[in-house]
């Protein structure tokens, strides 16, 4: 069993006390040190106390070493989204790591994404992926990168690949904010958020393109959220005018119009006459 070792690990990511995590669950401190080194041996009520107060599942707590749990998956237990329990509206995220037990990245191309859409939460169909590592990313994220077709995403170029972080709460997104989105209809779409999660359960999706409408979504289509980083693409963006060359672009405009106007009004006041004769 792994309960000494798992609750020492969960109040420790609280950085919390003894005495403070004791005080919380009603308990003599001792009584928890001795929990936590194994000197005495919890009944179903402390296990069920214990389990409520981390929201992870009592098989999980005992069976299961979360010292051995990449970032990711500690992050979603302590979500609320025990990985190790099947039903419900959990999520589960399959994902892979290196020989140095630290998480990649997964490539999902564009030929790939049919497959995504079915075996996203596959580990042996995750593990299929070609992966890379980024230095300069955190190791304590889920990142994943996707190539993303059509051109509702512009002005990033199509066929780019762009990056994503793994969102675990939802709700924490801020609108906004750009995303990889997998819905069970659209499929992978790169989006800008709206969220109304807290309000009505669901969040409305806006294109980079202003020629796509936006629509919204209810959060049980989506499968997964993936918040923008960056993207690497082999085509330069369409360049977009500085403000101050489009205030001069737009002056010039309106003095080429006056000058027309001007030569108009003048030929309108001295018509030339007759051809002499």
């Known amino acids: 069993m792994y309960f000494d070792l798992n609750i020492k690990l969960l109040r420790k990511r609280k950085n919390l006390t003894q005495d403070e ?17 194994r000197v005495a041996q919890p009944g179903l009520e402390i296990l069920l106390l214990f389990s409520g107060y981390y929201n992870i599942a009592i098989d999980t707590l005992l069976k299961v070493d979360l010292s051995k749990l990449s970032e990711t998956q500690l992050r979603q237990l302590e979500h ?28 999902v191309p564009v030929k790939a994404q049919a497959g995504y859409t079915n075996g996203f939460a596959d580990p042996e169909y995750i593990s299929e992926l070609q992966v890379f590592q980024l230095p300069f990313l955190s190791g304590e994220k889920k990142y994943r990168t996707f190539q993303l077709q059509g051109d509702s995403m512009l002005p990033i170029p199509e066929k780019a690949w762009v990056t994503g972080e793994y ?28 969220n109304r999660i807290e309000k009505d359960g669901k969040v409305i999706l806006y294109s980079l393109n202003p020629l796509y409408e936006p629509y919204e979504i209810n959060v049980s289509g989506i499968r997964e959220i993936w918040k923008f980083i960056h993207f690497i693409s082999h085509e330069i963006p369409e360049p977009v005018i ?34 002499a004769s």
């Open 21 to 37: 995590v004791a005080a919380l669950l009603q308990m003599k401190r001792s009584t928890l040190s001795g929990y936590e080194n």
């Open 80 to 107: 609320g989204e025990d990985v190790f329990l099947r039903g419900g509206n959990l999520r589960v995220l399959a994902s892979t790591v290196n020989a140095d037990n630290r998480e990649n990245i997964e490539l």
């Open 167 to 194: 969102v675990v709460d939802w709700k924490e997104l801020k609108t906004g904010e750009a995303c990889v989105v997998l819905t069970m209809d659209d499929g992978i779409v790169f989006k800008i958020i709206e």
């Open 242 to 275: 500085p403000e101050n060359q489009l205030v001069r672009t737009v002056a010039g405009l309106k003095h080429d119009m006056e000058r027309m106007k001007l030569i108009n009004s003048n030929q309108n006041h001295h018509p030339e006459g007759p051809p």
